[in-house]
């Protein structure tokens, strides 16, 4: 079940409220200080946003720059706007460093749309010179604009907010630069040491971009972290996000010229089972089992992207020639199914059962497809019936799925039919499927075993009787005396 | 220093087969006793992936056997003399032993050990709580070496098991008249009920979660729940029984006076069911899951009992994978030795003198489980037991937020949210952890135990005599129990060791055996000796990446506010005698908070005084008090007239005054917690909510709002389903970046950190 957070306001639109009361205009100090004494009345509620805790500090520092007589020390102003400045970008930072190892700030604040310059601010104030007051207060203005455009109005009018996705940079250099190291390698084994370092690096770069896809993600979905306090909530969230990245990445794998030579020549299959050519194999085998060691659900990815690609309808505009070139394209992509199944279920330790699922999945969408269409999955058909092969429970499955297929389905019902239902109604309502669920004792526990007069003054026990409602837990229904 | 990828090859070879620990790298726990079996090691790999050559995939063809396990060890596990192999059902040892090795890990293995900042045991979310260790080994529990049945009793109706009625059991003279079911345990045979029940020993004893208990007329409550360990019931060899044994149905004679022991269970109906449907992460938690329906049996005919055993029938089922899983979330109770050696020195040692107990250890190893046992054996020597509670999250008694000083003088079996208690006396502290306020923490606790040693180490009044069958107990002498927090590190050290020198206690238990203690250049030289246990900690189990820190938190407060305490009659001593009963029975579960009615509390006539403490809260202007008020989780403190500085009153409104200090310890003491459910718009009038019985109410007029915020169950109705738009609360997602709460990943690793 999913949870509702908690914020500190009764409605968003003493959200608005604050927002108008801070931005209207520029040198309204009386309006920052009803926003400040708001906000920090919110902050006793309940933990705030980071961007609203980002905003009280730069408005304090503001409030405190205007309001201060011109005498007094400017260093603690100075120190005051810097603290705020360092803050707003280390919360807005951190919660987006998903991978193992750290970015550097400047290429996430790139990906959020902070101005470069303001994380050279927050480097200086943190290890070298404090900034000049000018400085520190132009990045406070600068600040606040992204904060309102970026927090304030999506959050006031979620409808309206706009699309902040910086596209991801392409990673096909990246898979070339693969290819041609492991080529390499491959044909002279005693290459292999000599490339290990820039094989690892390409692999490591390989990371960085899912990293980076996952930012994307999160910053496509505008939700950075969960507060809920369901755990299971937060690795599925996790997981979606991954998943994403990694699916990306799948495309790009998937991609001709991937994990399928671009030649046709190259695409010569191995007769006697069911495996991708030899040469991509040795190709591919170190990046793929580099992958799955640090996403262990890369496997059940790969081969769902696959198999999602195979059951794609065609377009009926592609001629007969993409066609042709296509079906060994294909062949190679199911052999590539096949043989992911086979290494994760070589992998011994997963309770995800990767050959069911990927079988069912073929079923459900072959099974059912009466159309013309069919043959074109040929693929697809050839991959679940090597998937199938060998494991009885499958294999039986199959069978039925083939019988099935070549009959037709009637068309109309029979009386029968009827009393075949009602026998499976009973079957089901009989079998005790549902447990019992023990109510609570209906001998109505009261809450309060004294009378309510008893109480002292100023504590008056309402009920019924005083014109007491429910209502939520904040709201006031005044009763009669 | 392995690297990072090494290290998950590495940890994916050890899950692989979870057998003998690395030792290169000493977790912060350790096990119980290692096993010693010979089980073949894969060897770490140490072969970093770049390296890996480009050779075709093993293709370990291996054809799914059921169930193809890796923790499937050959004989010479059984054959170990731990693995206790009852009677000749082996089987049953097979299928229970190891699920346990599996938590079902819900969060995905992230890669690297979290930096424990010592300030992360204060943190409130508890989601980056759980550490992943590199090399997973230490999370993954080992398989218990103590006995894994957690049931070898079979009952068979009129052999071993007896049920009575109403008149048989009036006939025994018992506290409780309802009929029952009366087991017969012999030596050694141990049964283990998931449920809520009570017991009664009425011949031999029972070892029931670490605490021997004789024949009494007593009846024991007993709170079993799924989310904690399961408390097993073991009989002992023992000739006593009670007065009215010749009582019980001509069909049982033949066992009395046999070294056999009989226990008559009952139903106990209190509404705790119905704190899982409030709080739907312990939904069912006293009933079995669904893994266990298949074989938890009803033969006992008491409802909300389950005995969890292997049933006949089950031998059939062997092949099941189902049938493996029924232990995946049950842990049962395990007394550790070295927790009975601690538990049997200081309760024979010298008794006379009332003795002070400290406890500390990190967290999720156990304390508040040893404080209970503790508890439970020192109350067969003592009459009353104290107990202080300088735990702010977990508390036993209290819901959170306070340090608390209660009297025991029962028995305690069940997880904290089960006997929520009034406290003797206790001081509001506001969070979680006192992290922003130490100082209070500390003068809080100093209060406590300035409050223990003038009233109740040596008690003024004695207690009325109970008449059992019981050993002569201690009554002019009341032992202090104090549980500390779980941080060790930091400002958590710092305050435990102010804490342990403020107590000076006669026993210290630490509760970890690789935790360093700190150099002993603190003791002052002619301190006092202590006696000093180490005992092991709790392996770590399912039921800790089941259940946060959060979570129980969460619950110990529903289940405070929906506690139902007995209302005491207004004793004619201005103060409390210390031996009144204060623990909740019943629950009162058929309504969510927002329905409940509340009391108006008119602020000018019933309030003293509002106090914010915390960090950040001496910025509320008075302006802003109602709207911090509203839906507030309030502490109801009592102050020493005359010794609380009130600002100018206000002409209107709750009595704020902007950073005021907080009651002092010496001179307040806090009552309970309540809910400001709603602020009138004038602010003149609040509606509270509050469990307290009356004569509390008169006497507290100052509101003390700390951090505490009532869990989002709370707020919502359990009885509707769907997303009604409510006040402080915010369905789906945020928009906006930064719209999150500021989350600190704390096991970030450098490019350098190869």
Redesign the interface.
Known sequence: MKLPRRVPWTSISELEQVCSWIYAEENDIDGKILAVNRISAWRAITHLPHALESTLSILVAIVQDNLQPASSSQLALRQSYSTAIIRLVNGLVDPLQLGAYARSISSIAQQLGLPSWLVELRHAATHEDLPSLDLLREAARVSMVWLLNNYFLPAINPSTAPEVVTPLRPLEPTLKQYKHLLKMTARDASLRTHYAPAILSVMKDVERWITEARVAANMATRDLWETTSETLLDSVEMDAKERWALERLCDALLEKGGLVPLSKKKRDFPADSFTPPKFSILLWTSLLHHLQSLHSEFYAVLAGRIVLTLLAERDAKESQVEVQLDSSYELCLARWAFWVVEAWEADDSHDFDLRKEVTVLLMQSLGHVMNASHRDKKSATILLESLCTGLPQLDSALSVLKVLSNNTPPTKWIPEDIEIMDQRLNALLSSDLVPDISTPRSESLTRRTEPASDVTQGWRLLDESSGWRPCPIGVYRSTIE | MLS??AA??AA?AA??DATVPMDSQPGPTTSAPVLEAPTPKKPTSKRK??????K?????K?KPKAP?R?FDEPDSFQDQDDVIVIDSDSDEVDEQEDFREQPPM????S??LPLNDSSDEGDM???LDVSFSVLPTTAVPKVPTTTEVLSTFHPSPNQNTFFLDVAEVSALQLESNAPGTLIALHSEETICLLGTYTFTVLQGSINHSGVLLSPSRRCHRVFAPRSSPLPLIEGQDSARAIQNIRNLPQSIHPLIARPITLVLLQEL?S?V??LGRIC??FDGVF?PSRWQ?STVSDELQL??VHLVCPCQESKSLLTVPQIQSQTRDIQPFELSPSWSRAIASSTTADLTQASVHLIKGPKNSGKSSFARTLVNNLLKKYHTVAYLDCDLGQSEFTPGGMVSLNLVSRPIFGPPFTHPTLPHAAHYIGAATPRATPALYLAAIQALLETYRLDIQVPADLPEEEDDEEEERIVDAIPLVINTMGWTKGLGADLTRSIQEMAAPSDVYELDATYAPPPPTHAAPGAPAHRQHLLQPIPPSVLATAY?A??YR?LNMLSYFHA?FP?SAPSTSSSLSLFQDSQAR??????P??????????T????DAVI?V?A??E???P???G??L???IVGLVECIPGTLDVGPKREQGPPYTQAAAPPPPTSSGCVGVA?V?????QETEL??IT?L??HL??RSRVLV?GEL????????DFREVG???????????????????????RN????G?M
């Open positions: 990072a990828i998950r090859k994916q899950l692989r992936s770049s390296t890996q050559t480009s075709p995939p093993k293709r370990k291996e193809p890796y819900k969060r995905r293995w890669p690297s979310d508890a989601d109906h509404g069911e119905g739907r992460t009933a329906r409802s909300g946060t959060a979570d969460a139902v209302p019943t629950w009162q579960t058929t309504l908070l927002r329905a409940v009615p509340p009391y108006a509390v008119s000018a006539q019933a309030l914010l915390g950040g809260s910025d509320v202007v302006e802003e008090i709207r911090v509203n839906g507030a809910l459910r709603a602020v009138s718009p509606h509270v469990p019985p009356h109410l008169t709002k915020e009532l869990p989002v169950w709370g707020m919502l997303e009604e738009q409510v006040p402080y609360l915010q369905w789906g997602k945020s928009e906006g970046l930064g719209g999150q709460r500021r989350r600190v990943r970030l690793m450098r490019k950190q």
